[in-house]
């Protein structure tokens, strides 16, 4: 298991990288400040740079732990390369417009797509901040933050779906963002007309005639 917190533009560095897996009766903890992306030959590495890893063996409950300042992690032995997809964020815009290839389209659908989440969630700051002070309520913030790590982590999942294949490009963008307008738009026209959840439940009221 891998955790990166933060990549660069490459896509090959990476910070504060966590790494957990297992090898016969050995479990293997690693951390690092700095990773990146080797190749030497065919076999892919990641080097790690100022980091420490902990040994334990479950069996006998004996744990070692090291220090380092430089550690190589063999990850795909006699794997290919991907350029394409490691290089796509250094290449211009009309490049990718120009060789609509998988790789290039899932690039071209992730800048499009931080341009459309920025339009919508402008969009959906106008239905979140109609708060009302006396109420005490704060649920909109934490509802926004939900909504930005769902939103974000979709939009590099569709990058990673077109450059496979598996999805084409104004098909994902008319999917992800195209129902995300969408529903803030129906939001905001419902927030204009004063109407709240708690309508769902609420009987209207016959009135008599006197």
Known sequence: MFFIDKDTPDQATGTNVFISSSENDLEITTTARQGRIEWLGKDRFLSLDHGEQWLHQPSTGETRWTRFEHYDLLIDESATPDSGIQASRQIDTLTLLREPT????????????????????????LPLSAVNPRRGRSYQFALALLVFVVYYNLVNIGQNS???GRHGLLQWMLMLHGSATTLTLAWLW????????????????KQTAK
């Open 190 to 205: 419902l927030k204009n007309r004063q109407w709240s959840w708690r309508d769902l439940l609420t009987t209207p009221r």
């Open 102 to 125: 998988p790789v290039h389209q899932g690039e071209l659908s992730w800048r499009l797509g931080l341009g459309i989440c920025a339009f919508n969630f402008t969009l959906l700051a």
């Open 162 to 164: 077109i450059a496979h």
